[in-house]
């Protein structure tokens, strides 16, 4: 079966970190194309940082530019997404996906339906 199971969500104040966190299972990640998407609630879910299946290109919406960085360790199967600086409006509930081959990390942003995606995990930013 292939799954995802993401972890790292909770409820933080404006301006500070949280690491989620998405563990593979039933597929290996090297081949696969990753994002971190999001979907706060009435809007539509949008991707916010991806990376190409060869690591060779990333790409992050403007919203969370400078503040959110994606990685993977393959050897770990895992894929991280590092949140700094949150605000209010990053409020939402986390997606990773993936998807086999792609090796556009834009496309892999803008195209918000496919792939293998977890359950997510909620992040609230609130004072």
């Known amino acids: 079966q292939l799954q995802f199971v993401e972890s790292g969500g909770g409820v933080v104040q404006p301006g500070q970190s949280l690491r989620l966190s998405c563990a593979a299972s039933?597929?290996?990640?090297?081949?696969?194309?990753i994002g971190w998407f999001r979907q706060a609630p009435g809007r539509e879910r949008e991707g916010v940082a991806c990376v190409s299946m060869s690591d060779t290109n990333t790409f992050y919406a403007s919203s969370v530019k400078g503040r959110f960085t994606i990685s993977r360790d393959n050897a770990k199967n895992t894929v991280y997404l590092d949140m700094n600086d949150l605000k209010p409006e990053d409020t939402a509930v986390y997606y990773c996906?993936?998807?086999?081959?792609?090796?556009?990390?834009?496309?892999?942003?803008?195209?918000?339906?496919?792939?293998?995606r977890g359950q997510g995990t909620h992040v609230t930013v609130s004072s």
């Open positions: 039933g597929f290996t990640l090297r081949y696969y194309a």
């Open positions: 996906v993936a998807r086999l081959h792609w090796d556009s990390a834009q496309t892999m942003c803008v195209i918000r339906d496919g792939g293998i």
